[in-house]
């Protein structure tokens, strides 16, 4: 496992996120990665917000919002996959990150719950919040306040940053 992280941490993309003092490098990749957090969590947690503080959920089309969320996922996928290819081992090798994969998990699953759960045609009348809504609104706000916290643990609880280091 070791000569693959190792393997990993060879390629150009790699180092140059790394290594490289260019602006467009690390600090861009990371800057994405908090974007699509941005819209992805963020369009969440105000809709979460937003359920919680609603008695009615009015008749309009969720579409364009969600669409935004499913592209600040992609934008946190690509950014998330050169982070981990910068640094296989710090992540790979660290429980926390593996929390932090299993919490976006849940969020997404529940974003897709909450969608289906307040799902209104357009033209029709208002409707009351269920309590289910309710409840996926408050599990969103926990899955995605772990994903944050579990995301910024990791900057502080691996063992091992690099492989070539490690041994």
Known sequence: MMQL???????????????SPSLLAFPFILFLHTLGLAMLAGINIGLAFWLLARRTVPSFDLVSVYRVMWLGFGINLASGLVLLAAYP??????????VKLTLVG????????TKAEIAVANGTAERAVSARARRLAL????FWAGTIVTGRLL?????????????
């Open 155 to 167: 900057a502080y609880t691996y063992h091992i940053l690099l492989v070539s280091e490690a041994f």
């Open 5 to 19: 992280f190792a393997s990993i941490e060879q390629l150009a993309l790699s180092v140059w996120v790394r290594e």
């Open 139 to 142: 599990l969103s706000l926990l």
């Open 89 to 98: 081992a710090k992540a790979l090798t660290n429980w926390v990150f593996f």
């Open 106 to 113: 849940l969020a997404l699953w529940v974003l897709q719950q």
